[in-house]
């Protein structure tokens, strides 16, 4: 396929490819393990993306066990993400931490006082800037998966307060999505991609 934009990207093509036209969110998966070794390369790689003052607040669980991998999937609602979930060989719980601020003198010494900001803000105020920039970093954490050579497969439809309760009891984390990981079937899924909106019908120029 030709692409008449090409030329003004810097990326080669067959990554661009890689990352993005030729990826596919896979419904099944063979059976190979992901180690942590993998999972430590994409988030090196991936934890120089972008957050609001250098927040970070995404954290994770690699739901490796059956135990927990039972667990899981109590929550999950609609029964072929249950399916997928049990056949991935890794399942990530990506969360916010809430209290993303308590580490500002580490992330963002530039401004000394960045915790005090956030900590004299309203709860609701810290808790939508972390949610909102977790998911930012869950949009990083699947363009790394699929830098590995791997397929992400984002999982939202969840009872949250159960999964949070669950995984995250303290009540500091907050879940936004469950990614399972692993090498896809080839063919995966099993259907052409649905169709993109073209840039005239996102972009608008004020």
Known sequence: MEHPDLAELVLAEDAQDMLFRDART???FQDVPVSDAQVRAIYELVKH???AMNQQPMRAVLVRS???????LEHIVENNNKAETLAAPLSVVIAADLDFHLRFSETFPVLPNA??????AKSEVRTASAVMNAHIQLAYFIIGVRAAGLAAAPVTRFDHQALDADFFPGGKLRAVAVVNVGVPVPGSPGYPRPPRLQY???????
């Open 200 to 206: 005239e019908d996102v972009f608008i120029t004020a």
């Open 49 to 51: 993306g972008p957050t």
């Open 66 to 72: 059956e135990p927990a991998r039972g667990r899981l």
């Open 115 to 120: 915790e005090q900001v956030y900590a004299e």
């Open 26 to 28: 896979a419904t099944e």
